[in-house]
């Protein structure tokens, strides 16, 4: 099984209700990613680990039966963004020797957010 070494960063995108949308990230789990929503609205997310995004449960732990959630995130943070304003979540990492580079960028767009694979897997070469 291979293990994926990733590291998440987003660029600082303007929310319009900060308190909401620090209610919303407390609501999921975001593995060892972390996040801030500053006074001003501004929302950021970072660490060394892929952005996968898990409900959280009653006790605070991560729903890992309910599956990643990541989209359904996504799409409930792009109400809370301000008209105009881009959030743009990449993550960049590799498995092993099989795929040497792998990059995915969530990017909003008309108020949803679409993955963009930027670089396609390189195949394991023997």
Not at 6 to 23: F, H, K, N, Y
């Amino acid at each position: 099984m291979a293990t994926l070494q990733a590291a998440t960063t987003s660029t600082g995108a303007i929310v319009l209700d900060p308190q909401a949308v620090r209610e919303l990230c407390e609501s999921y789990c975001f593995g060892t990613l972390n996040w801030q929503v500053t006074d001003d609205g501004e929302l950021t997310i970072w660490g060394y680990d892929d952005f996968e995004v898990y409900e959280a449960r009653e006790n605070g732990l991560p729903d890992y039966e309910g599956g990643i959630v990541a989209h359904e995130f996504l799409r409930e943070l792009a109400d809370h963004l301000k008209a105009d304003e881009e959030l743009d979540i990449q993550i960049a990492g590799f498995t092993k020797c099989r795929f040497p580079v792998q990059q995915v960028s969530y990017n909003n767009s008309n108020t949803s957010f679409c993955p963009y694979p930027t670089f396609p897997p390189v195949p394991h070469l023997l």
